[in-house]
């Protein structure tokens, strides 16, 4: 099948009448439907009818910072299979889009598309370039999603920096405010160099990078007052006291040498000093149980700062603040001559200054891991800095809570939640020193400091241009105030989207007593404040999936549970489903450095859309899993089966048969068959199993309808006028092309268009999309003996091909061992047999070994030359195959160490055929 773009790929083409003439196009069908669906709105969520039938998903809002990736194409058509398939059962669903198009990532987006720095321009300014750039790649963005087919309602489009977003976002920045779960401090705070603003935990991610442990040698001032635990190895002022560190550039932030309190050699060190090498300021000795006395020499130096641990020990012991790194990641003059240098440039000059000074006693290569930026992979640094911070730690339990109380698929990916919320060390710093972003509605009083948040009725506003609520402080009645400069950290928007897309926002005439009201039980501070939130949707509040990769558990999934329990008192969905990531063919992360990317352009261009979503569908959801071009291929072929099998049928049977009285009961079989089918289907698309849904409808379209009963079927209506075949192959293929509608909209969208959508001929065609999800009709069959009976007519079939017999040439007489009860006819009338006996007991078979094959690559290291003697005696017959293995040359083989082939034979009257669940003796 050619899939290449052709000429014809006209969007603005719309054929009307689709029909089942020729060959399908995929180039030329895909984006006519997709152009109609769009701009018929065949996915518009409109006015609700029953509340109670909605079904409402909590998309994720891509960030506007790049190109479409195999990550979207696999994790949004996931989201679509969803959408259809619950369309398609009657729910009215609410399945929209955004784009995050604020902060850090759209920010550099601007800067490496205009080639730009933000500091270069004023706020205003580059924010309008920011909304620019990103208009300009969101456009491109729909248009490709579009061309996935993903069933999205468009008009519901938000951007997370459209003024009813930063509304809804400064709406929650003020009610945990008023609630004490929002607060300002200036404290330290993880430190992005290279975007220059504070980040969150969440943010950071570890990354291999070469380094070098290095041995220094302070100088002791001064021992503490207990003595020396060897009386007769003194320690003197003056003597060498050596720590290993991987970073000599924050030397010039030292403040203490730490010993652990049980290390008695260094005991009578405590409460003493010691001299930093090339700095030369003193520094306190001090004991803390976080040393691990048996990593590096058991001593270690505390800066201002390195990691979480510096941290502690600064708030813990009451040390001095050194600042040597200012906010670009330079060194300040802090650093004396190594002031200006970059934190990489001060290390290497630092160590050769140690090594000059005799201070390095050693040095050596390792590889290990550090934390950067998962924005930007800069290192991170430690930085005392005021920020706002939204409370998380003493809530821990609480947030776990709220996880149990949704459904995880797969259940695993509920341990990643709760590991993650088990292993917070920090509350949630939200504020970021950068342009792009939605500012906090604050002010502060220009001589006492006091906060001032915006009045509910003003937002959103920015605090740079627009004036405060009051025109006095209400703390001293001081009458300048200074704006609040920072702004939202991304992930404090984007967590409010089931907020946003149900319409969140403060009524202040609603009563906070009315059911419609959905405030969280309010703090003490907030207990009287005017109003209550309300939902302008409140159908689609709490959602009923939130779909997203496994990789933001921690950044999107956690934080929106955050914000929406304290919001609403309640979990904002009833279920999470999280997909894994798309790896390259040999189960590794796809990245440009290894040049093992797969462009989804490039795979776009080379298979139809409908392929593309079978493959989306052949791995259990939240498995990373490899991209392999083997199930594009698979869904070509099923593309073309479905299509060939359709043009089939529609020369066979009418579009809308009438019932008839009776069936054959190969027909009813196939009826109740198809039932069976829809019953598993729907049970596996409820607990979204989609890779086990589509190969059961795959393997029971392509072998037992198409191979097997289509081809009944076509003998029989070929022959004349059969109301039971017609019926039953009608239905079957229309139920089998609604099964099939959520993983291939557009081949059975055509088919559906050109057989089945206007059986009244009032010209008013409804998508196939739109249609009732099938439900079981009821039939009954022994569908056992109906696949046996089917299975003994496909080895008759190939019987007679293999020996070049028509297929309607008379075989005398066929005997059957095996339960084809009730489908005797079915076997005479399509295979032609005269006389068919159904056997009670098997026929006499003989087996014997026809081969012994055995593994030289475990057999040969194992036994040498004697390998030679076991093919003698596998030729010879001169072998015993028992319980332990085989017995063979004196030796006993393993049982995985050979395969026996074994043969079954027939010694009567006619030829024996076997099936899995038979066996025929054929008389010709």
């Known amino acids: 099948m050619s899939t290449q773009k052709s000429e014809t790929d006209d969007r603005s083409t719309q054929r009307d009448d689709p029909t089942l003439d020729g060959e399908y196009d995929p180039a030329e069908a895909e984006p006519r439907w997709q152009q109609y669906w769009v701009e018929d709105g065949t996915y518009a969520y409109d006015e609700v009818t029953d509340p109670n039938r909605v079904y409402s998903i909590d998309t994720p809002p891509p960030t506007v910072s790049g190109d479409l990736h195999m990550g979207h194409l696999y994790g949004h058509t996931l989201q679509d299979f969803v959408a259809r398939y619950r369309r398609m059962r009657g729910e009215e669903t609410f399945f929209p889009f955004g784009y995050d198009d604020n902060g850090i990532a759209s920010e550099r987006l601007t800067e490496s598309e205009l080639g730009i720095r933000h500091q270069e321009f004023s706020r205003r300014e580059f924010q309008e370039r920011t909304r620019e750039v990103c208009r300009e790649y969101e456009a491109e963005f729909t248009e490709k999603m579009q061309s996935l087919a993903t069933s999205i309602d468009w008009d519901r489009t938000y951007k997370t920096i459209e003024p009813r977003v930063q509304r809804v976002s400064q709406l929650s920045f003020v009610d945990l405010y008023e609630k004490g779960r929002e607060y300002r401090q200036k404290a330290p705070a993880i430190w992005c160099p290279d975007c220059e603003t504070a980040i969150s935990q969440v943010e950071m991610e570890g990354a291999e990078r070469s380094s070098h442990e290095n041995d220094v040698a302070f100088e002791l001032v001064e021992p503490g007052a207990a003595p020396a635990a060897d009386p007769e190895a003194p320690v003197e002022p003056g003597d060498d006291l050596v720590i290993t560190t991987t970073r000599p550039e924050l030397l010039p932030a030292c403040v203490a040498m730490i010993v652990h309190p049980e290390d008695e050699d260094r005991a009578h060190l405590v409460g003493g000093t010691a001299r930093v090498p090339l700095f030369g300021h003193e520094v306190p000795i001090v004991a803390d149980e976080r040393v691990d006395p048996d990593t590096g020499t058991g001593m270690v130096m505390s800066c201002t700062f390195g990691d979480q641990t510096d941290i502690e020990w600064y708030r813990a012991h009451d040390l001095d603040l050194r600042v040597a790194i200012d906010e670009s990641g330079t060194l300040t003059d802090l650093a004396g001559e190594y002031a200006g240098m970059t934190t990489h440039e001060a290390r290497e000059a630092i160590a050769e200054d140690l090594d000059d000074a005799g201070r390095l006693l050693r040095r050596e290569p390792i590889q290990h891991t550090v934390q950067v930026h998962e924005r930007c992979e800069e290192d991170i640094e430690f930085r005392v800095t005021e920020q706002w911070y939204v409370k998380l730690l003493d809530k821990k339990e609480a947030y776990l809570e709220a996880g149990e109380?949704?459904?995880?698929?797969?259940?695993?990916?509920?341990?990643?939640?709760?590991?993650?919320?088990?292993?917070?060390?920090?509350?949630?710093?939200?504020?970021?020193?950068?342009?792009?972003?939605?500012?906090?509605?604050?002010?502060?009083?220009?001589?006492?400091?006091?906060?001032?948040?915006?009045?509910?009725?003003?937002?959103?506003?920015?605090?740079?241009?627009?004036?405060?609520?009051?025109?006095?402080?209400?703390?001293?009645?001081?009458?300048?105030?200074?704006?609040?400069?920072?702004?939202?950290?991304?992930?404090?928007?984007?967590?409010?989207?089931?907020?946003?897309?149900?319409?969140?926002?403060?009524?202040?005439?609603?009563?906070?007593?009315?059911?419609?009201?959905?405030?969280?039980?309010?703090?003490?501070?907030?207990?009287?404040?005017?109003?209550?939130?309300?939902?302008?949707?409140?159908?689609?509040?709490?959602?009923?999936?939130?779909?997203?990769?496994?990789?933001?558990?921690?950044?999107?999934?956690?934080?929106?549970?955050?914000?929406?329990?304290?919001?609403?008192?309640?979990?904002?969905?009833?279920?999470?489903?999280?997909?894994?990531?798309?790896?390259?063919?040999?189960?590794?992360?796809?990245?440009?450095?290894?040049?093992?990317?797969?462009?989804?352009?490039?795979?776009?261009?080379?298979?139809?859309?409908?392929?593309?979503?079978?493959?989306?569908?052949?791995?259990?959801?939240?498995?990373?899993?490899?991209?392999?071009?083997?199930?594009?291929?698979?869904?070509?072929?099923?593309?073309?089966?479905?299509?060939?099998?359709?043009?089939?049928?529609?020369?066979?049977?009418?579009?809308?048969?009438?019932?008839?009285?009776?069936?054959?009961?190969?027909?009813?079989?196939?009826?109740?068959?198809?039932?069976?089918?829809?019953?598993r289907l729907t049970g596996l698309l409820d607990d979204n199993a989609f890779a086990r849904a589509r190969d059961e409808l795959r393997s029971t379209f392509w072998h037992t309808f198409c191979d097997d009963y289509l081809e009944i079927a076509k003998q029989r209506l070929r022959d004349g006028e059969d109301p039971s075949a017609a019926y039953a192959l009608t239905t079957a293929h229309r139920t089998f092309l609604t099964l099939f509608a959520p993983l291939l909209p557009h081949v059975t969208e055509e088919v559906y268009r050109a057989r089945y959508a206007d059986l009244d001929g009032d010209g008013d065609a409804e998508s196939l999309h739109l249609t009732d999800w099938p439900t079981p009709r009821g039939y009954e069959a022994d569908l056992r003996a109906g696949e046996t009976a089917l299975g003994v007519i496909g080895a008759l079939r190939k019987y007679k091909s293999e020996r070049q017999l028509p297929l309607n040439a008379d075989l005398s007489r066929v005997a059957v061992y095996g339960d084809v009860a009730g489908f005797e006819d079915a076997v005479r009338e399509t295979m032609h047999v005269r006389g068919l006996d159904l056997l009670e007991e098997a026929p006499e078979i003989t087996e014997r070994v026809a081969a012994i094959d055995l593994d030289y690559s475990t057999l040969g290291p194992a036994y040498g030359e004697k390998v030679g003697a076991f093919d003698a005696a596998v030729e010879s017959g001169e072998y015993e195959i028992t319980e332990g293995g085989l017995e063979i040359a004196g030796e006993t083989l393993d049982p995985d160490s050979f395969e026996v082939e074994r043969e079954r034979t027939y010694e009567g009257a006619g030829e024996m055929v076997e099936t899995d669940d038979a066996v025929l003796i054929v008389h010709e």
């Open 405 to 679: 109380q949704m459904d995880w698929y797969p259940e695993k990916m509920q341990t990643r939640y709760e590991h993650w919320i088990e292993g917070l060390e920090w509350d949630w710093c939200v504020s970021r020193q950068r342009d792009s972003g939605i500012p906090f509605p604050v002010w502060y009083c220009g001589d006492c400091g006091e906060t001032v948040v915006a009045d509910r009725s003003q937002l959103p506003v920015d605090p740079i241009a627009d004036e405060p609520p009051v025109d006095a402080c209400p703390a001293c009645g001081h009458e300048a105030f200074e704006a609040e400069e920072d702004v939202f950290d991304t992930w404090a928007t984007s967590s409010l989207t089931p907020l946003i897309n149900a319409g969140w926002d403060h009524d202040p005439a609603a009563d906070p007593a009315d059911p419609a009201a959905v405030d969280a039980p309010p703090a003490e501070a907030d207990a009287d404040a005017g109003g209550a939130y309300t939902l302008d949707n409140p159908e689609l509040y709490p959602f009923d999936l939130r779909p997203q990769g496994h990789d933001i558990i921690s950044f999107w999934l956690f934080h929106t549970v955050v914000k929406c329990v304290e919001h609403t008192g309640e979990v904002p969905f009833e279920a999470v489903l999280v997909n894994g990531h798309v790896l390259d063919e040999n189960r590794k992360k796809m990245s440009s450095s290894r040049g093992n990317v797969v462009l989804p352009e490039e795979v776009m261009d080379d298979y139809p859309v409908d392929a593309i979503r079978y493959w989306a569908a052949s791995s259990a959801v939240g498995d990373d899993f490899p991209f392999k071009t083997n199930e594009l291929t698979q869904g070509e072929k099923l593309i073309r089966k479905v299509w060939n099998a359709s043009k089939l049928v529609d020369t066979l049977a009418p579009a809308d048969p009438e019932e008839p009285d009776e069936f054959a009961p190969i027909d009813r079989w196939m009826l109740a068959t198809v039932d069976d089918l829809t019953e």
